[in-house]
């Protein structure tokens, strides 16, 4: 594209990506409702051209205040992000097409463009001041819900970001101090400096222990917000960690964990909803493997699957949130036999959960198998073992509890009518490109960080993953059949977020009034010291009661003779 | 069957009734397949034709016994963190569309 | 031993006159209630402070420091510094400022609050402030203890 | 004794005189005159505005001396911008007996920022004023704030220490006058200003105290002929004792915790106007004399190394980030909040003098520019809604962001600054700070202003919840606010934002400050030698 035929085009690659963003949000804040839909999914698919179009390199270097800072990095790792972040900002924008919440598709809008800035940030102090724009942009997709339990979720959820970024900026300024650059680059753990930015990431990816926000937030989100939180917040962290710790050997054990814990819970939950964040969990948990792993075929494993996740993720969250959105409910105890009236979305449903467990031919499948490949090939055992029953274990939850519970088991009685057309649509489309991964993976393969060579259709391959999948299915009926199988109840589930949501009030609670206790007792003592001592002035010269309250003057200058002879006893003596 | 359904549901309904019995043969199949074909072993335990069969059944059983004491230890009343947690409210109606099929 | 002692407390009389002299002043800012008796307080402070540069400017066995009228100085007379007392017809015209706005605001206060009673205002103000936080404090529950 | 070294001070400066005569000869045009004029302009036109008695000529008048104090502050400080000092003497009286006017980078900044604010109050105080104050008292309003203007320049512009008190003592009556006109609205505002007259007294006086001690050692009032002659004894008592006399009473001016307790009621209490102009300059120039005595005057070696009183300094200045704060966010009263914050914010300026570095104290500096423009922005959003709401509690705004849009706007971004939230000007301001505080490997100090920042997060939340996801009152005013305050509040949100983009300028200038305050007493005096 020459610079002459399209100047108004060409001025727009001249912006970083994210810039399209704020002034598109700008317009969403002021145009009427009819108009918002359209700029929601054009916006985005502009970016998408944008970002497919430009070239690679550092091409917005700027100095602020005597620092180096680099807008828009564009390599092969950062577009491939930014691009599968615009893709799902037109999908998820789509799929929201009915919304006339201006507060929500304005959020969307700057979310989006945040976690693009983010990518395409060359340095810590932008990486820092997008990776806060994604946590303040987000949080009003909670809020959004309008209830008080989505707005204390979304208080935890916010504190927990911004932490995460604080975390970040000070690990950004002491990474200066070590190193005086700011460029965001590989990076090795060793100094307080890296372990900050490290956790910094860790919270925003969901290591665990780290974990529970987003268990606790994307359930509370609104219908459309939480297929938009699913894509952007956690595959960040991914990129960032991508970027800044490929290699970390202690990623692969984090991973390993990951990918392992959530998957009980996830059996468990009954709220549909959150069933796919701790699934979200457990896919988290291959990608970081594959950062740990940090050869050219699991850095691609994860970049790959990171990409086909985004899809499915918000496949899986998008056919629950129809259900929400024509039932009121995610609940599993409350659904079931869905099929007979939402035939098209549980189709649906089932294409994303069929690529989520990896069935061939589906895009999970041919993107989880590289990172377990690297794996072997680095002839980790254990933690391959923890992957192989973490690829069966997913199916368990979000390859057979979705559909099967929600759409099949047992007759809710509930008859709702089919999705909106433009959810079916926006389904359509991205379970299009599941089964398209799955079917040509070449086309994924090709805009990867590294050269591939790599056949996933191999026949030992498809068997292996067959047998596992159906065998999967085989215990799972089995234990149906059996009464074996938890089932679905009502409940809530302690994780982590007992902790802060229970133990630290109750701890601080008590703290509190022990120290209220204490200070009673100093207060009560040092007031009778002072009151002994100046009871002989007032005795004499005094009105009532006249230097014991505290009325300004008098105390002011009480302070200032206090200060003064400090002030005296230190300079004297020194 | 005597709700008027439309037919891609009848299809669905099909494949509910018949899905025990293609399991079974999509089962045997992929672990008479798994005997028949060289898998490439790389891992210590991988060249047992049935292994991949037999990790997807065990893993899933583990789960499920896993995930019912897990319950049973962490599972609390909807209501734990109070009437007003995200839990235990309803989703607000006005947002959404709830709707029935029209028969 | 005895002397020098004896020595430096009378040589330094000027000083211990102001010392007291602030102390005092302090004292009674800190400990009178009525506004009038506060601001006696400050005017003696200051005065304490006005004294200690005159007593500064002082040479010992200088005279008043006015040149004669044909401006030929005498080498041999020893003049008092003039400076201090030059500043302190500043500080003093200061002081005087102060003051009448001190008083100026005792009288308005008085109009307001039909007292200079410390203690009075005092309570008066925290009835004010209870009504207050009556009015507005439960805008965010207990937020206002 | 003390004849003594007066003597010898004249004459170590006999050259100086000489070298000045001439100069003060050919210098009589008026550019050569601006470090008097700077100050003198508002100094008279007071007196003019109260003569003319004319309410219509009132506002013109301040407005025009205001605005020429501002042109001469700008054309001195590009002047010295390069590190130079102009030296200036009043009457041609040569220093150390005559009266010498100094302006180096960090005075120049400092009425830049004096002058400026006033500039940028003025428009909106017209209409504040009309709606707050009586019609017959505007002339002398308006005739106090010239004093208070004229009185914070001198301060800043003088190179005499006892002239640095008079100046004080004018702007700080005229300030107590401005506080006490407060009371058409709410009779708390005499109290306050009672009780702000008592303590201001008695700091000023403990700083005369200080300053005739020094002048007892030393023989000079001269500032930098001081630095140079208490660095020649050092360990004399007298000198200390001054110094602890300077500090404290200074300390209670720049409102240091716990000797700010005058600060609140005042800004609380005074008319919305005069809120905005105090809490913007009137501290800030109060710590500008702090650094000036600590850094020219007693010199970073006297004070620091030899007294420690970094030890003093600095506890008090955490002690203040976190108690104002916390009492901030307790607070009902937005107006009592905002003092409260102002009262951490001064907390930080102290953290970044007593850390005493080059970039903390560029910080310092930093902060006290930024600081202004984020509360003078701040400040005259709250008078704005007291106009409309016709309070300032936190009641009386409920939801107001949505009847008072833009001025509501306004009050986010000043609340983001204060927060320090990057691309605001509080945040270059706290960048500073946290690395001078890293230089000096002190990650601890990094992680405390850091936590202190969050509390600003809890109590500017406080603000925006109210004014935003409250319903509004029926009973309020449902308007947005006039132009004339509008305009004046969207320039200051707006230079909070342009400083916090493009903070070449603000830091730049506090560096070249920070570096003539830390260079200390004697190259001070090389280049007022050769500065004229």
């Known amino acids: 594209m020459s610079p002459d035929t399209l100047p108004a085009l060409s001025a727009l690659s001249a912006l970083p990506t994210a810039f399209l963003f704020l002034p598109g949000a700008l317009l969403a804040a002021v145009l009427p409702a009819r108009l918002r839909p359209p700029l929601l999914v054009g916006l985005p698919a502009l970016a998408a051209w944008q970002v497919w179009t430009l070239p690679e390199g550092r091409l917005m270097p700027l100095a602020l205040m005597g620092l180096e800072l680099e807008l828009m990095r564009v390599d092969r790792l950062s577009r491939i992000f930014a691009l599968i972040f615009t893709l799902i900002a037109v999908l998820g924008n789509l799929y929201a097409w009915h919304l006339r919440d201006r507060v929500q598709q304005v959020a969307a809008l700057v979310y989006a463009g945040a976690a693009i800035g983010a990518v395409f940030a060359g340095d810590l102090i932008t990486l820092f001041l997008w990776w806060e724009g994604t946590a303040i942009a987000s949080v009003f997709l909670i809020w959004a819900r309008r209830t008080e339990g989505a707005f204390h979720t979304g208080m935890r959820y916010l504190v927990v970001q911004v932490l995460s970024g604080v975390l970040l900026l000070a690990g950004a300024a002491l990474y200066w101090r070590e190193t005086g650059s700011l460029d965001f680059t590989l990076m090795r753990l060793g100094s307080p400096a890296t372990w900050l930015i490290f956790l910094a990431f860790g919270i925003k990816a969901a290591f665990p222990l780290l974990h529970n926000w987003l268990q606790d937030a994307y359930p509370a989100a609104t219908v459309t917000g939480t297929v938009i939180l699913s894509a952007f917040t956690t595959k960040l962290a991914i990129y960032a960690l991508a970027r800044g710790f490929a290699g970390t050997e202690i990623l692969i054990w984090i991973g390993a964990v990951m990918t392992v814990f959530p998957v009980f819970f996830a059996e468990v939950e009954n709220d549909m909803r959150r069933v796919l964040a701790y699934s979200l969990n457990n896919q988290l948990g291959f990608m970081v493997v594959g950062i740990g792993i940090g050869s050219e075929m699991a850095l691609n494993g994860t970049a790959a699957h990171a990409f086909a996740h985004i899809l499915y993720k918000a496949l899986l969250f998008m056919s629950v949130g129809a259900v929400l959105y024509r039932t009121g409910t995610a609940r599993a105890t409350e659904l079931g036999g869905l099929y007979r009236t939402m035939p098209l979305t549980a189709i649906l449903a089932v294409i994303g959960a069929v690529s989520i467990s990896g069935v061939p031919l589906f895009s999970g499948f041919v993107t989880k198998s590289m990172v377990l490949s690297a794996a072997s090939d680095a002839h980790l055992w254990p933690v391959w073992g923890a992957l192989v029953f973490a690829s069966a274990a997913v199916l368990s939850h979000s390859g057979i509890k979705i559909p099967y519970f929600i759409f099949f088991a047992h007759d809710s009685g509930r008859r709702p009518a089919e999705a909106p057309r433009h959810m079916l649509l926006a389904m359509g489309l991205t379970a299009a490109m599941c089964i398209a991964i799955g079917l040509a993976p070449g086309l994924l393969y090709a805009l990867l960080p590294y050269p591939v060579e790599y056949h996933p259709y191999s026949g030992y391959h498809v068997v292996g993953q067959m047998q596992l999948l159906l065998f999967g299915v085989v215990a799972f009926a089995l234990a149906m059949r059996f009464g074996l199988h938890p089932g679905e109840k009502r409940g809530t589930l302690l994780d982590s977020d007992w902790l802060y949501r229970r133990a630290a009030p109750a701890v601080l609670g008590a703290a509190a009034a022990l120290v209220r206790a204490i200070w009673g007792a100093g207060a009560a003592a040092v007031g009778a010291l002072r009151a002994a001592a100046m009871g002989f002035i007032r005795a004499r010269s005094g009105p009532e009661g006249r230097l014991a309250h505290v009325w300004p003057t008098g105390s002011m200058v009480e302070w200032l003779a206090i200060i003064l002879g400090v002030m005296l006893v230190v300079v004297y003596l020194a | ?103 | 031993m005895q002397g020098a002692n004896w020595e430096y407390l009378v040589g330094h009389a000027n000083y211990w006159l102001f010392v007291t002299l602030m102390m005092t002043g302090l004292y009674i800012v800190v400990a009178r209630g009525n506004f009038v008796k506060k601001i006696i307080g400050l005017n003696i402070f200051q005065s304490a402070v006005i004294m200690l540069y005159i007593s500064m400017g002082k040479v010992e066995g200088g005279t008043a420091p006015i040149f004669p009228l044909d401006g030929e100085i005498d080498p041999a007379i020893t003049y008092t510094n003039p400076l201090p007392h030059v500043l302190m017809l500043t500080a003093i015209v200061v002081g005087i400022a102060t003051t009448s706005l001190a008083l100026a605001l005792i009288v308005r206060i008085r109009e307001e609050y039909d007292t200079i009673e410390e203690q009075d205002i005092w309570e008066a103000e925290q009835e004010i402030s209870a009504r207050e936080r009556r009015q507005y404090g439960e805008v965010f529950g207990e937020a206002g203890k | 004794m003390s004849g003594q070294v007066a003597g010898d001070a004249l004459a170590g400066h006999a050259a100086g005189v000489v070298e000045t005569a001439t100069a003060a000869e050919r210098a009589l045009g008026l550019a050569d005159h601006l470090p008097v004029l700077v100050v003198l302009v508002p100094f008279l036109a007071a007196p003019l505005v109260v003569l003319l008695g004319a309410r219509r000529l009132a506002w013109p008048i301040t407005f025009a001396a205001a605005f020429f104090s501002l042109a001469a502050a700008l054309s001195l400080l590009s002047g010295v911008l390069g590190g130079d000092a102009i030296s200036y003497h009043i009457g041609g009286w040569a220093p150390p007996l005559g009266i010498e006017y100094r302006i180096d980078a960090a005075n120049a900044f400092v009425m830049v920022i004096v002058s400026a604010i006033a500039v940028a109050i003025l428009p909106y105080a017209r209409t504040s004023i009309a709606a707050e104050i009586p019609a017959r008292q505007h002339v002398l309003f308006h005739a106090l704030f010239l004093l208070a203007l004229a009185g914070l320049l001198g301060v800043a512009a003088t190179g005499d220490a006892f002239n640095l008190f008079v100046f004080l003592e004018i702007s700080s009556l005229a300030t107590y006058v401005l506080v006490a006109m407060g009371a058409y609205r709410d009779k708390r505002a005499l109290t306050t200003a009672f009780n702000y007259l008592l303590m201001g007294t008695t700091g000023a006086t403990f700083f005369v105290i200080g300053i005739g001690f020094l002048y007892m050692s030393t023989g000079t009032l001269n500032m930098a002929d001081l630095a140079q002659l208490i660095a020649q004894q050092p360990g004399n008592r007298t000198i200390h004792a001054g110094f602890a006399f300077i500090i404290v009473g200074m300390g209670l001016k720049v409102a240091m915790y716990p000797l700010h307790l005058w600060l609140p009621g005042a800004y609380t209490y005074a008319p919305s106007a005069v809120s905005a102009f105090l809490a913007a300059t009137a501290t800030k120039v109060a710590v500008y004399v702090l650094l000036r005595f600590l850094f020219t005057v007693f010199g970073p070696q006297y004070t620091f190394e030899a007294a420690e009183l970094t030890w003093v300094i600095l506890p008090l200045a955490l002690l203040a980030m976190f108690a104002a704060s916390f009492i901030a966010i307790f607070q009902v009263n937005f107006k009592k909040m905002l003092a409260y914050s102002s009262i951490a914010q001064i907390g930080y300026m102290l953290l970044g003098i007593a850390m005493l570095s080059q970039t903390a104290l560029t910080g310092a500096i930093v902060h006290l520019f930024n600081h202004a423009i984020t509360k003078a922005t701040l400040f005259m959003v709250i008078g704005a809604y007291v106009l409309r709401a016709g309070g300032a509690f936190y009641r009386d705004i409920e939801g107001i962001g949505r009847v008072m849009p833009w001025t509501s706007a306004a009050g986010v971004i000043g609340g983001l600054s204060l927060i320090g939230v990057p691309g605001t000007a509080g945040f270059v301001s706290k960048w500073l700070l946290v690395q001078g505080a890293l230089e000096k490997g002190w990650w601890w100090m990094a992680l405390l202003v850091v936590a202190s920042s969050l509390l600003a997060v809890v109590y500017v939340w406080k603000g925006i919840e109210t004014a935003y996801l409250r319903a509004p009152r029926e009973d309020v005013d449902r308007r947005e606010a006039p132009l004339t305050m509008l305009v004046p509040i969207w320039i200051m949100a707006l230079s909070t934002i342009w400083f916090g983009l493009s903070a070449e300028w603000t830091v730049g200038a506090a560096g070249t400050a920070a570096e003539a305050l830390m260079s200390g007493a004697s190259q001070l005096l090389i280049s007022g030698g050769a500065g004229h």
Do not use: C, W
């Open chain 2, 1 to 103: 069957m005597s709700e008027n359904l439309p037919p891609l549901a009848r299809l669905l309904g099909l494949v509910e009734r018949h899905f025990l019995k293609a399991l079974a043969a999509g089962a045997a199949l992929a672990l008479g397949a798994g005997f028949a074909i060289d898998m490439h072993a790389k891992a210590p335990l991988e060249s047992f034709g049935g292994f991949y069969a037999l990790a997807g059944f065990v893993s899933l059983s583990t789960v499920l016994i896993v995930a019912r004491l897990l319950r049973a230890l962490l599972g609390r009343q909807e209501d734990y963190y109070g009437r007003s947690a995200v839990n235990a409210e309803q989703y607000p109606a006005d947002q959404l569309e709830v709707r029935d099929r029209e028969p």
